[in-house]
């Protein structure tokens, strides 16, 4: 159907004038009641020989080719006051190929050129200072403008980033596995890596310049304390809204992987006292490594019969940015403070493999029995902390047991979240075919859950 704002726009007197057109993600979030938050488009028009703003509008989708036409002409018919009255331009550029190539053919029915152009100076100032007032990034770190930062570098490190976490390296790993990383290979400088997300809580890897950087994450410290102390670097997944607006707009504009919605990687540096610093590019190309190899160093080191991470050495080659150079592994760190807890950790293993031989039946189940059962088994070691009976302990530890093999049974194929154990009690109808009719029986079950369910809100486990 013919715009009919196209026919009065036919009209308007014509003059000589050009408009910069630009459709952007706005600075800002949108959280409507009830439905996911999101960021609005801002379309805007600038008279460039005038200098005046013809259209400014507000849209909660990329606007079509379509819808775009609509506003456009209604700025030329309907402009806003001060706008600089009823005309039609001569020439309508943007810098959106998809949009000329839609808005060409009708805008020259009534004798507008469209045209591309890759950069809009006039209304790119103009949306800036528009824009000024609106969402804050609350100091968060930038990866566009950084110095060093190159766009094959931020290409390398996101693909690198979606890479690492479609492997889910943290299936095999807790974070007393800390692995000694050398940057380039033959570097003198030994840094220390941890994947997280074997909790099902935070996923990502952390690399600690230092040894005593490595020690203070294992020291009893407040977390405000920790960060006031400790040198690190972080990269973590989450939602978009984490990442800075230039970071997010460079990702759209370029193309630039993501592995899911909640899949961003955020990229952070702390140095004490808790101060938030840029990466410099080396950091930025020492993080994109780690992202690209450390999945296959898991996947190639860790010992079939328990599942977890095994002592071994290796080295990688890279290439594109990397300029060739090799990075290398070792595990377990040299770090003697460390040893006692691998070693705990090594029996902790013993007991969750124990624990879980019947929940799993091939190698993506048996990763995610092993997340559940080590929550399982920190929920049954609070158990034994409070005050019951021995008897009440029992009919507890043998309901999470229950727990974990219901859910592991019926929920394997997806990926492991604690929040899967929030709620109402599940697969009753299971327990009461497979376990018990007993209503007492099925009192106690459902009484174990609600504990559970506490525990994981109570420890922090889901924010």
Not at 261 to 288: F, H, N
Not at 339 to 352: H, I, P
Request: hydrophobic share 45%; glycine share 6%.
């Amino acid at each position: 159907m013919r715009n009919r704002m196209l026919d009065k726009a036919a009209g308007a007197t014509q003059t000589k004038a050009t408009w910069q057109v630009t459709v952007r993600a706005a600075p800002a979030w949108i959280e409507p009641k009830g439905k996911p938050k999101y960021r609005p488009y801002l379309v805007l028009a600038l008279d460039t020989e005038r200098g005046l703003i013809r259209l400014l509008a507000t849209e909660e989708q990329r606007p079509t080719s379509q819808v775009l036409l609509s506003l456009l002409t209604n700025a030329m018919v309907k402009p806003m006051i001060g706008a600089g009255g009823r005309y039609r331009p001569a020439r309508i550029v943007l810098d959106d190929r998809e949009l000329v190539e839609g808005l060409a053919a009708p805008l020259a029915e009534i004798g507008i050129r469209c045209e591309y152009a890759a950069s809009l100076p006039a209304a790119e100032a103009a949306l800036r200072e528009v824009t000024a007032h609106m969402g804050k990034d609350d100091g968060r770190a930038s990866l566009m403008g950084a110095p060093g930062i190159t766009q094959p570098l931020l290409a390398d490190f996101y693909a690198a980033a979606e890479y690492f976490y479609r492997q889910t390296p943290w299936r095999w790993v807790d974070n007393l596995a800390t692995i000694e990383v050398r940057y380039p290979a033959d570097s003198p400088a030994v840094r220390y890596a941890v994947i997280m997300g074997f909790g099902g809580q935070e996923f990502g890897l952390a690399v600690f310049p230092t040894a005593q950087d490595m020690r203070l994450q294992y020291q009893n410290m407040e977390p405000e304390q920790l960060m006031r102390k400790m040198t690190a670097m972080s990269v973590t997944f989450g939602e978009p809204d984490l990442l800075s607006f230039p970071d997010l707009d460079a990702i759209s504009s370029h193309g630039w992987p993501i592995a899911g919605p909640d899949a961003y990687p955020l990229v952070m540096k702390t140095i004490p006292p808790g101060e938030l610093r840029p990466l410099s590019a080396a950091e930025l190309a020492l993080l994109a490594a780690a992202l690209r190899t450390l999945p296959d160093f898991v996947t190639q080191h860790r010992l079939v019969a328990s599942a977890t991470l095994g002592a071994a050495e290796a080295t990688y080659s890279l290439s594109n940015v990397h300029a060739n150079q090799r990075i290398a592994y070792l595990f377990p760190a040299r770090i003697p403070e460390l040893e006692g807890m691998r070693q705990a950790a090594q029996r902790n293993d013993q007991e969750l493999e124990e624990m879980i031989e019947q929940w799993h039946h091939d190698e993506p189940s048996h990763a995610f029995a092993r997340q559940v059962g080590a929550l399982l088994l920190d929920f049954m070691n609070s158990l034994e902390e409070a005050e019951m009976s021995e008897q009440t302990l029992r009919k507890h530890e043998g309901n999470a047991w229950l727990i974990g093999k219901f859910t592991c049974d019926y929920r394997s194929d997806k990926p492991f979240t604690p929040a899967i154990f929030l709620g109402a009690p599940a697969y009753l109808a299971e327990f009461r075919r497979k376990v018990s009719p007993s209503a007492a029986a099925l009192d106690s079950y459902q009484a174990t859950w609600r504990r559970l369910s506490r525990f994981i809100r109570e420890q922090g486990y889901v924010q």
